[in-house]
Nanobody, 121 residues
């Protein structure tokens, strides 16, 4: 399994932005972001294939979040804009060593520790 390290979370007011980063210890992995709020199930946010050509977004974040990657740095970025209080959650990076933009958490076999995003109203 690849090691994943997330960063970039924090406390932000509604309408604000953050850029989350996930750095992998190896190259060649498709990567995704999931989030989990207290008392709720983990949900898919966005995914990008290992080559960066394919992306997928949850309906709830389309138009507000973008996903990108820097293959030279083995890093995936999630730009989160127009944040809402309901975006408050711990955001987890996930990875799998094949082409995937799946919204199913079972498709990924490596997970980071998560980074907290808190949006105040």
């Amino acid at each position: 399994q690849v090691q994943l390290v997330e960063s970039g979370g924090g406390l932000v007011q509604a309408g604000g932005s953050l850029r989350l980063s996930c750095t992998a210890s190896e190259r060649g992995y498709s990567m995704a972001w999931f989030r989990q709020a207290p008392g709720k199930e983990r949900e898919f946010v966005a995914a990008i294939s290992w080559g960066g050509r394919l992306t997928n977004f949850a309906d709830s974040v389309k138009g507000r979040f973008t996903i990108s990657r820097d293959s030279d740095k083995n890093t995936c970025y999630l730009q989160v804009n127009s944040l809402k209080p309901e975006d408050t959650a711990k955001y987890y990076c996930a990875a799998v060593r094949r082409t995937s933009v799946s919204n199913w958490d079972g498709a990924y076999d490596s997970w980071g520790q998560g980074t907290q995003v808190t949006v105040s109203s």
